[in-house]
Every structure is written in C-alpha cells, then in structure tokens.
C-alpha cells in the first residue's frame, strides 16, 4: 500500500473538515508516532507541520467554544457572569454546595 505523503498545506487542506475530537485523535496519532522515533527527518518534519497545524485549529476552536459559553452566561444587564468552575478550591469556600448559578 502507498503511503499518503502530505505536505504543510496538504495537512491543513485535510484537517479542515474535521470535528475537534477527529483532530485531538489525529494529534495523539501523530505524537506516538514522532515519540517512537522510527520515523525519517522529512516524515518527522511533516508529522510535526501538521501537529502544529492541529494545535492552532484546536486552539481556534476553544476560543471560539469560550467566547459562545461567554455570550450565553451573560447576566440581565449583558455583563459576562462569570461563575468558578467546579473543583476550584478558592472559589469553593464558602459556598457549602450552592450552584454558581
């Protein structure tokens, strides 16, 4: 079998269409692969190019993610109500059990 060859711009053609979760598992793919060190420089170099491209689409996604949650927790005056997020042990004392909400 042939093996696909991709390049900088190949990878980010190829990782457009996907949802986060594909490109999470695409990104763990490509660590155990540079990780076990079998690979050529060109195909580390490449795996590396599209890692990089993974993390910045990734990174893009969970900010636009943050920025949606932002704009649904605003409060009635349309101020960002930003509430600790569980298992935050400064935010926790004194709460005793009550919802950030």
Sequence with gaps: MKRKETTA??????????TFEEMMV???EL??????GNLSLEDSIKSFEEG?????RCTTVLGEAEQ????LTRDAEGKPALAPLEGDD??????????PF
Excluded: P
């Design 9 to 18: 711009a190949g990878a980010t053609a190829e990782n457009a269409g996907r």
């Design 26 to 28: 695409r990104l763990e």
């Design 31 to 36: 660590v155990e692969r540079l990780e076990e």
């Design 52 to 56: 990089v491209d993974l993390v910045r």
């Design 68 to 71: 949606r949650i932002q704009k």
């Design 90 to 99: 400064e935010a926790d004392e004194g709460r005793d059990g009550e919802l």
